[in-house]
Every structure is written in C-alpha cells, then in structure tokens.
C-alpha cells in the first residue's frame, strides 16, 4: 500500500513540462492558451514532446494527417496506450487535454527508468477540440475512419475557408493516406487517457481520483426557426410571425424535458443567433444549437421530443422549423479489464478514487471502440475547464501517473 513510485518527482517533472508548455512559445494568445492544427504554436508543442520522448529512447512519427505517435518498440508490436490531446480551445487554460499528454509522458519516463521493458505508445491526438476546423474529436475520428474523404476534401474548413486536405498538405502531411492513421492502433493491448475532469464531482466529494466506466454518446445539431422580420412599432402583435417566441419556449422545454427523462441526460441551448438581430425589427429567423448527452442514450429520445415539441410550437404559431444535425457520437462503455486494473491499482495506491461517467467527449471514446480502454480523471477547481482560469495540482496527476503505470504493468505480468 501507499506509493510505488517518488511521486514528488514526477510531479516535479509534470508541472515542469505544464508550465513550460504555458510559455509564449506555444500560445497564438497573450492572455490564454490558444493552439490548433498547423499553427506554429501547435508545431512548437509536438518538438517538444519529441525532445522529451526521444530523450528517453523512445521512437517518435506522426501519422498522415499530424496525430503524434511515439513507442519505445516498433510500430505495430504489442503494446499498452497512453496519451490525449496538446491542442486546446481558442480561450483556454494550460491543463485540458495537455495534463494528460505531459502525464503519459512521465508514464514513460517511470518505464525507461524501471527497466522494465515494458511495452508503450503514446499517442496526441490532433484537433480534439476543433478549434482549428470546428470539428470535435477530429484527429480520433480519422483514425477510426469515422468521417469521409469528401467530409475531409470539402466540407471541413478553418475559419478562412481553407479545407483540412488544403491544410494538412500545406503543413507537410499526406492527407491522401488518411485512411493508414488506423494502423497507429495496430498491436495496441489496451488504452488509458488522464484528464481534468472539467467537472466539480472529485473537487466536491474529496477524491482525488476518478476511474471512468463510460464516455457520454453526444448529438450536435441545430433547430431553425423561420417566421417574418416586420417593423417593432408598425405591425401589431396579433399580426406577428415572430420566430423567437416558439424558439424560447423550445429552450424552456428542453429543461423540462430532460429533468422528466432522467437517467443523467443534460441538455443545452449554447448558441442562439437571432436575425435581422436589430432592437426595432420582430425576429425573422432563430437559430437555436442542441447539445444533447448521456450515458444511458436517452439524449437520443430528448432530441426526437424536443424537435417534435418546436415543431408544435412553431406550427402553432406560423412559423417553420427545421432541425438540422451537425455531429452524433454514441455512448462509449469502457473495457471492464482496463478499468478493474485501474481500480485495483488505485485501492493499492492508498489514495481516494471512485468509478464515474464522462459527461465530456473524448478521443478515448473512439480508441475505446476498437481496443480496450478507459480514462482516468483528476480534480480541477470548481469544475473550470476551456478557460484560462482552470486549475489542477500536478501532485495529482503524478498520482495518476503512478496508478496507470502500475496498472498496465500489472496487466503485462
């Protein structure tokens, strides 16, 4: 019981390499972190987890389209997964996504140091966030061949209009072998990802660890509201087509509804963009944007109510409805292997943990569905995540380091 590996050290090592990547160097923002696909930024962030892996024996590739690959055995010998993502939101902070690749990182510095030959891949995924191309889980999502080379020709942009093909090419990838990132999985025996959870329940309950059973199925989508733009003053409100009323009822709803269906569903109404958009003009069109979770799939029945429910709403009032859907991931169990290992080393660890859902999607949520993986969680204040207010104890992540290494040596005895 208690620690297995000099914790103060690695949680030395983790918050050097956090704050490092903190620096001017690897930001496009003065004031937060700011890094995407194919920015210098994002170029800088990879060389230095190439310096550091190469530091320690490990070989370092990408693969066609930028997701960094690293082992410390040939590509495609069995091996055990660790990593995350190293690009962030456009406003963000120093430790979503980025904790988890600077602690699958130590990860790999406890192997080399052991000796113990223990076979590793550590894998940063591009584009997790879709900051650069507003596509979540872009880089997962191409390895596990979840989107189509026309989506990839075509329909996926940077805010300039730039294609991610016109991208990828401009950057030195070979966007052509898309379809060959898969083989990055090739031999992996399983997978783990750390992350802040981006939630208050660790924070609020005192543990210090949580083990991740399930990654939530997601629908993106957007429901339209057509009525007619008239004069404020001028045109009386029985003579009104006015899209915004049946939209605000549709967002009350939601709430309601998800309340009645349990289960852990959520729902959110985050963007709302109402046009002419002018104080004096009744509203002629209304777009309201649908994020719709869970574990249990019931987001799946809280979308088919809520579109029926506009639709009603609308009608009522003479004004059309439309949904149209943006992105729909399905819920992720996670292996039942990897997460007993996990528990079994954290109840060795002598620390507090608890097993828990993901309510944010992850690129383990794609790996999962191919080879067996799982998640660990660490606290962050107040639940603040996508914000340059975000804040971890690096103590904790080298406590999760010391736990998923141990497990994956326990499952390689």
């Known amino acids: 019981m208690g620690e297995r590996i000099d914790r103060e050290r690695s949680q030395a ?8 990547l903190a ?11 700011c890094r995407y696909a194919y920015t210098d930024a994002y170029r800088a962030t990879l060389a230095y987890f190439t310096r550091e892996l190469e530091a320690i024996g490990f070989a370092v590739w990408h693969d066609p389209v930028g997701t960094l690959v690293a082992s410390n055995v040939a590509p495609g010998a069995p091996a055990f997964g660790v990593g995350s993502h190293c690009d962030s939101n456009r406003n963000g902070g120093k430790y979503d996504g980025t904790l988890g690749v600077c602690t699958a990182l130590e990860v790999c510095r406890l192997a080399a140091e052991a000796g113990d030959g223990l076979p590793l891949r550590l894998i940063s995924f591009l584009e997790e ?39 990828a090419e401009a950057a030195g990838y070979e966007p052509a072998r898309w379809r060959e990132s ?3 999985l090739d031999g992996l025996t399983g997978w783990t990802e750390v992350h802040i959870e981006q939630g208050r329940v660790l924070q609020d309950t005192g543990t210090r660890l ?40 549709t967002i009350v709803e939601l709430e309601r509804l998800a309340g009645e269906l349990g289960g852990g569903v959520v729902g959110t109404t985050g963007e709302i963009a109402v046009s002419p958009q002018l104080i004096n003009v009744i509203p002629g069109a209304v777009r309201v944007s649908l994020d719709l979770r869970s574990t249990s799939g019931l987001h799946v029945e809280l979308r088919d109510r809520i579109v029926a429910f506009a639709r009603e709403r609308g009608a009522a009032r003479g004004v059309g409805v439309e949904y149209a859907p943006r992105q729909e991931l399905p819920v992720q169990p996670m292996d039942e292997g990897v997460v007993a290992a996990l528990v079994e080393s954290a109840r060795e660890s002598g620390e507090t943990y608890r097993t828990m859902p ?9 790996v999962a569905s191919l080879r067996p993986g799982a998640m660990v969680f660490v606290p962050c204040l107040d639940g603040l995540s996508h914000t340059p207010l975000e804040q971890a104890d690096c103590a ?5 380091a010391e736990v998923v290494y141990c497990a994956i040596r326990a499952r390689a005895a």
């Not at 620096?23 to 937060?32: E, F, R, V, W």
């Not at 904790?396 to 999760?400: E, H, I, S, W, Y």
């Open 13 to 20: 090592r983790i918050e050097h390499d956090v704050e490092t």
């Open 396 to 400: 904790d992540a080298a406590l999760a």
């Open 358 to 366: 993901s309510g944010a999607a992850h690129d383990t949520q794609c």
């Open 23 to 33: 620096g001017p160097d690897y930001t496009l923002s003065q004031s937060a972190i």
């Open 210 to 249: 949580g083990i991740v059973e399930a990654i939530v199925g997601y629908i993106h989508g957007d429901l339209h509201f057509s009525g007619r733009a008239d004069h404020a003053g001028a045109t009386p409100m029985g003579f009104r087509l006015d899209a915004a009323i049946p939209a605000a009822e």
């Open 129 to 167: 966030e879709g900051s650069g191309f507003g596509q979540m889980l872009l880089g997962s999502r191409i390895m596990l061949q979840r989107v189509s080379e026309q989506e990839l020709r075509e329909t996926i942009r940077d805010e300039h209009g730039v294609s991610f093909w016109e991208a």
């Open 182 to 184: 898969i083989r990055a």
